[in-house]
């Protein structure tokens, strides 16, 4: 099993910053890609981002291009998310990921997920 918590939700006002951190634990293997995905009421989950094992390979959604890093401290078994540039758009429940898949952007290829974490931006 793998345990994945996430925390640095909030409330910001559009144009500020806010980092999100998600702290892995349990069954953890080598080679895993974590992924950062975001979901609102009544709408399906959506990729945000997402980083390989070694951290060279990172990848984004459109949306967030530009505002978003995604790193990893493999030391702590921590993936983080900057925010930059928030936007009212971007409020919304935040959920880390791992997957062993190269489908990093399929929602349907992550086996463990956190809990999420409020984003909320105000305008």
């Known amino acids: 099993q793998v345990q994945l918590v996430e925390s640095g939700g909030g409330l910001v006002q559009a144009g500020n910053s806010l980092r999100l951190s998600c702290a892995a634990s349990?069954?953890?293997?080598?080679?895993?890609?974590m992924g950062w995905f975001r979901q609102t009421p009544g709408k399906e989950r959506e990729f945000v981002a997402a980083?390989?094992?070694?951290?060279?390979?990172?990848y984004y959604a459109d949306s967030v291009k530009g505002r978003f890093t995604i790193s990893r401290d493999n030391a702590k078994n921590t993936v983080y998310l900057q925010m930059n540039s928030l936007k009212p758009e971007d409020t919304a429940v935040y959920y880390c990921?791992?997957?062993?898949?190269?489908?990093?952007?399929?929602?349907?290829?992550?086996?463990?997920w956190g809990q999420g974490t409020q984003v909320t931006v105000s305008s």
């Open positions: 980083i390989g094992w070694n951290g060279g390979n990172t």
């Open positions: 990921a791992t997957t062993y898949s190269g489908s990093y952007y399929n929602v349907d290829a992550y086996g463990y």
């Open positions: 349990g069954r953890l293997f080598n080679g895993y890609t």
